[in-house]
């Protein structure tokens, strides 16, 4: 049974960085079958993809245009998990941030994290 | 830019059938836009009913089923219960390694 593990603060200032970590248990973050995700859900703007990060022979990422000059995705194999940074937030990055795998579909998530932009 | 569209609200009888719906602003859903739906309770993580237009996820009951109706993907719920009572959110393959997802549909069992 594949669980991902959300960890980070749920508190950031406007123009810092929003830092997220999700430990993977029961499937590797260096699976050539899998990607792995970050998705946002608030009010105004329901449910996003951010971007992902997947390893087949190499390592590849993807990001969402509305956030692709502020965003990185990252494995860390050692630890078995990735990560998500998002650059200058501003409270329009205020959401609950999900971490989920994708093989054919989004099958696994994260328990999600409440970030609030904040001063 | 093109949108996912979802019905924003639907309601259903017990024992009903309901029709939930996900098409595009502009063009059509096919099987190869891979539809997924998505339940979600208030304060929980999304869960995949089906994905890849009608695949059931595990343990979801059989009276949720997946299909594509003319241009929309659709999911149908059949025999309602009160505890189907959640936001309903459907996900296509945009292309280029893009999925979107739709603004939801909160479906009301009364």
């Known amino acids: 049974q594949v669980q991902l593990q959300q960890s980070g603060p749920g508190l950031v200032k406007p123009s810092q960085t929003l830092s997220l970590t999700c430990a993977i248990s029961?499937?590797?973050?260096?699976?050539?079958?899998?990607?792995w995700n970050w998705i946002r859900q608030s009010p105004s703007r329901g449910l996003e993809w951010l971007g992902r990060?997947?390893?087949?022979?190499?390592?590849?990422?993807d990001y969402a245009v509305s956030v692709q000059s502020r965003i990185t995705i990252n494995p860390d194999t050692s630890k078995n998990q990735f990560s998500l940074q998002l650059n200058s937030v501003t409270p329009e990055d205020t959401a609950v941030y999900y971490c989920?795998?994708?093989?054919?579909?989004?099958?696994?998530w994260g328990q999600g994290t409440l970030v609030t932009v904040s001063s | 830019q093109t949108v996912v569209t979802q019905e924003p609200s639907f309601s259903v009888s017990p024992g009903g059938t309901v029709t939930l719906t996900c098409g595009l602003s502009?063009?059509?859903?096919?099987?190869?836009?891979?539809p997924s739906w998505y339940q979600q309770t208030p304060g929980q993580a999304p869960r995949t009913l089906i994905y890849?237009?009608?695949a059931r996820s595990s343990g979801v009951p059989d009276r949720f089923s997946g299909s594509i109706l003319g241009n929309k993907a659709a999911l149908t719920i059949t025999g309602a219960q009160a505890d189907d009572e959640s936001d309903y959110y459907c996900?296509?393959?945009?292309?280029?390694?893009?999925?979107?997802f739709g603004g939801g549909t909160k479906l009301t069992v009364l």
């Open positions: 890849n237009t009608n």
């Open positions: 989920a795998r994708s093989t054919s579909h989004l099958d696994y």
């Open positions: 502009s063009g059509s859903v096919s099987t190869s836009s891979s």
């Open positions: 029961g499937d590797s973050v260096s699976s050539n079958s899998a990607t």
């Open positions: 990060t997947y390893y087949r022979s190499k390592w590849y990422d």
């Open positions: 996900v296509l393959y945009m292309g280029r390694d893009i999925w979107d």
